[in-house]
């Protein structure tokens, strides 16, 4: 679904970031993306939606070629990848319930109330749907984020740090509800510092661990 080739990025005042990434994503695969501040895991996320394109190399998504494709391919390849930010980034004048449905406003589709209220129940946030963003603690944002990140049935879920700002036992049921979703044969592929989140998903799921350092994509090892 998602393939890259000898992938590299480079800003134009920051010199490269990563030289010779090449991985492929599939259907219904669980990834781990880890690495220190700075090696570029929120950029290699930013590729995956064409939002950054590569400075050398191939990258596919779908099946394109992103280096070919225009705006309303790339208006489509959204619609099939939901994005969960650290930050949440919620529009603080709308209750939860308007937030989750921004996408499909945003695509020109029909509000499905039936559709949000199934999603509220499944993060365990039914009570929280006229709520406005900042009454929630960190973790109801997270999985009301998580909600809006899956409205429009995506084929690939990325969470950039989903859990950076939260307890452990927050973490646990956000991690779960990702697992939920890779187990019904989305895509998953987490950016994450946690060495413990990946130890507890890795008890339930085939998780394979990838590591950007030093500029070069990596096989973390079994350790993990």
Known sequence: MIEM???AFAYPRGGALFQGL???LPRGSFHFLTGPSGAGKTTFLRMCIADLLPTA???TLFGQDAATMGRDAIAGLRRRVGLVHQDTQFLDHLP???NIALPMMVAGEPIDMGAIRDLLAWVQMTGQARSMPPALSGG???RAALARAVI???DVILADEPTGNLDWDMSLRLLQLLVELNRSGKTVLVATHDLNLIRAAKQ???ARVLRIAGGRLQTA???L
Request: hydrophobic share 35%.
């Open 5 to 7: 080739r000898d992938v």
């Open 22 to 24: 090449t991985l492929s």
């Open 57 to 59: 190399g191939k990258l």
């Open 96 to 98: 939860v319930a308007e």
């Open 140 to 142: 109801e944002r997270q």
């Open 152 to 154: 429009l049935s995506p």
């Open 204 to 206: 339930q799921v085939s």
């Open 221 to 223: 090892g079994a350790e």
